[in-house]
């Protein structure tokens, strides 16, 4: 009996359009953000399970107030998503403020570990978090002397502000921080704090590096903070990483505005032609859950793409994401975002 081989050949479908592929993962990180922001005390009030609440009900209980709420936990969510997906734009300058932070730390990509103490309460999120560092790794503050064993110090930063008194004096605000950075393959990391608002910026034993947007008193790049005793790493506002975002955060709290019924704020700018198409695709589906929202736009940010350098591309939510738990349900067709070419 004669067998045939099956030959696959594969092609580009379409041209590069990065901007439109990173607005969707920047919007991605932003739905994320909000998600990961939804109480136990928000799902009993609307009685409903994670994996079941609607766009409508997701934007009923917002919290769109200026650089908190979804701007700032989203910004922190890009920032990340950014740094996993190898995003130039924040790379190049993280890489740097690594670099000079330790003449030690390999010239190699950087990789990012979400902290944030308020998350520890989820269920798996600490162990996730030191499983993902590895039994080996530790932490790397300032000055001299033996360096931190990961997993014990962070598991007891993890319980915030009230164990401060028991962290050690090198390491006092390590439970302020926002990403826990490292070189690939490198066993030592750096806590670092994330601010939407260059002014709220914090140093604190134990953080090493701060990432904020640029300033009129803090230009693009990476700088030595002597007086927050932090590497600053400011990213390009607006021909940067910053424009990007605050075009996909403008775009999503748009949409969000409109399905919650909420007033939207004299101060949020006006989204780009492309943003503004994805706030209407968002808007169009308040029936869809916000789960396969999420799903659609990871989807979108990679469609039509065999390999593509230098572009923000798919990034696996975290699994402790979308473990809270409620009730009902509505049928609703599946959302799929078009492309913006």
């Not at 039994?135 to 064993?149: I, R």
């Not at 591309?313 to 809270?324: Q, T």
Request: charged share 25%.
């Amino acid at each position: 009996m004669e067998t045939q081989s099956k030959v696959t050949f594969i092609e580009q479908k379409a041209p590069v359009d990065e901007y439109g592929r990173a607005l969707y993962a920047v919007c991605r990180s932003i739905l994320r953000a909000y998600i990961d922001s939804i109480t136990n005390e928000d799902l009993t009030d609307i009685n409903t399970a994670l994996d079941q609440v609607r766009m409508r009900q997701f934007a009923k209980i917002a919290r769109l107030e200026r650089d908190k709420g979804m701007r700032g936990d989203g910004f922190e969510w890009a920032v990340h998503e950014a740094i996993l997906a190898g995003e130039p734009k924040v790379t190049s300058y993280v890489s740097e403020a690594m670099r000079r932070a330790s003449k030690f730390i390999p010239d190699d990509q950087p990789t990012s570990i979400l902290f944030g103490q308020e998350r520890a309460k989820f269920l798996g999120f600490l162990d996730a978090v030191v499983d993902e560092a590895g039994t080996d790794s530790y932490l790397l503050p300032q000055g001299s002397g033996k360096p931190f064993k990961f997993g014990p110090w962070v598991s007891l930063a993890a319980q915030g502000h009230i164990v401060e008194a028991r962290l050690n004096n090198r390491i006092k605000k390590i439970w302020k921080t926002d990403l826990f950075l490292s070189a690939a393959g490198d066993p030592r990391h750096f806590a670092a704090t994330i601010k939407s608002n260059f002014a709220h910026l914090e140093g604190g034993a134990g953080l090493r590096i701060g990432i904020v947007p640029e300033h009129v008193r803090n230009t693009s790049g990476v700088r030595y903070d002597a007086d927050k005793k932090l590497w600053v790493v400011s990213l390009d506002d607006p021909n940067g990483f910053m424009g990007l975002y605050n075009d996909a955060y403008h775009a999503v709290a748009r949409a969000i505005c409109t399905l919650g019924k909420h007033e939207t704020p004299p101060y949020y700018s006006k989204p780009s032609a492309k943003a503004q198409r994805i706030q209407e695709q968002i808007e169009k589906h308040p029936d869809a859950r916000v789960l396969d929202i999420e799903e659609a736009l990871n989807e979108a940010s990679q469609q039509d793409l065999v390999e593509q350098s230098h572009v923000l591309i798919g990034v696996n939510a975290p699994g402790w994401l979308h473990v809270k738990e409620k009730a009902t349900s509505v049928i609703s067709p599946k959302p799929k975002f078009l492309k913006l070419d």
